[in-house]
């Protein structure tokens, strides 16, 4: 049966998925709270995980099918039977918890390739997609903002992924993408904004302004590719996000 507490949950199937030599990462409120103090302790930043998401870099969707039925877990069969290529949905009866599985790659409002570096972490993705995934938000509600808050007042930016943003791996995927680029610039805005709302320590706000302003720096003198400056030419004129509908059981 699946565990009460979701993130003893989530590591127990992180761990089940390796034995069956199958590679799940978390990512999402979960994988922030796995790496950052701060939200699980931090009175501003603390905020309830109902769901549980995953990414795998393989399409082994009948193998993933598998585990998760042995899990306990029930298929949400009709998205899965159309989406099972890249997207998986299962639901924790017991516990009434959803279970999101992106296969191959991450797709909500931009695309950000989140397979390709997973064996730099465990058992989450590295951090810099991590936050990536966050900032990818082109609505940002309070929790994706207070995560942002919590990954940056708890991390460095640098060059490595050793508990720390590469902000290189960012410049390289935000320079090739407009897209990405302009809503990641959009949502540094808005946590920016939040930063003087909410009741902190004035270190933890100059640290939060501090990272928040290097990588705003950072991405807006990074080195952006032909394809980058041929969308910059069309700017705002057309819609450059997604606004992916929300799936949810029942």
Known sequence: MPLQNIQDEALRIVQTAQQQGITLRLLGGLAVRLHSESAAKHRSLVRPYPDIDFATPNKQASKIEKLFGELDYAPNKNFNLFNGDIRLMFFDEANQRQIDIFIAQFVMCHKVPI??????????????ELILTKLQIFEMNEKDIRDVCALLLDHPLGENDVETINVTRIMQLTGDDWGLWKTSMLSIAKVKRYVQTVEMDS??????RARLGGLEAAMQNSP????????????EKVKW???PEEVRRG
């Open 241 to 243: 996000y997604e606004l």
């Open 203 to 208: 270190a933890e706000h100059e640290t939060l």
């Open 224 to 235: 952006k590719s032909m394809k980058w400056k041929m969308r910059d030419r069309v700017g």
């Open 115 to 128: 397979t390709e570096r997973m064996n730099l972490d465990s058992p989450t993705i590295p951090l810099a």
